[in-house]
């Protein structure tokens, strides 16, 4: 069964290096997320990327990278999507946030 829906993508784009405190940032956003009741929450490493400082960050074997793009995925309502982002705003120090208005297909067994 599916049931489809309107509802908001927020990425947020991060160096895996990012820390809040002493754990990394993208773990700390998605227990936020989890806190907060926000639907769900998936994080993604990149392969390669560079951001706003144009430097180039690669897990190529010679050259193996402990700074990986990370790209943090959160389906939910706008209104939650908002009120999320206004309480992370200042925990994020280098980084892009987008918004994007999607539809949502959410397939469950009955059960």
């Given at each position: 069964?599916?049931?489809?829906?309107?509802?908001?993508?927020?990425?947020?784009?991060?160096?895996?290096?990012?820390?809040?405190?002493r754990?990394p940032?993208?773990?700390?956003?998605?227990?936020?997320?989890?806190?907060?009741?926000?639907?769900?929450?998936?994080?993604?490493?990149?392969?390669?990327?560079?951001?706003?400082?144009?430097?180039?960050?690669?897990?190529?074997?010679?050259?193996?990278?402990?700074?990986?793009?990370?790209?943090?995925?959160?389906?939910?309502?706008?209104?939650?999507?908002?009120?999320?982002?206004?309480?992370?705003?200042?925990?994020?120090?280098?980084?892009?946030?987008?918004?994007?208005?999607?539809?949502?297909?959410?397939?469950r067994?009955?059960?």
């Amino acid at each position: 069964m599916s049931l489809a829906a309107k509802g908001h993508l927020l990425r947020i784009f991060l160096s895996e290096r990012e820390r809040h405190g002493r754990v990394p940032l993208y773990e700390w956003i998605v227990r936020k997320a989890r806190e907060r009741g926000l639907a769900g929450a998936t994080v993604l490493r990149g392969l390669s990327g560079f951001g706003a400082r144009s430097q180039i960050h690669t897990a190529k074997v010679l050259r193996l990278s402990v700074d990986l793009p990370i790209v943090i995925e959160i389906i939910d309502s706008i209104e939650k999507v908002d009120r999320f982002l206004e309480e992370i705003d200042d925990e994020i120090r280098h980084g892009l946030a987008t918004v994007e208005e999607v539809d949502v297909r959410f397939y469950r067994d009955g059960t």
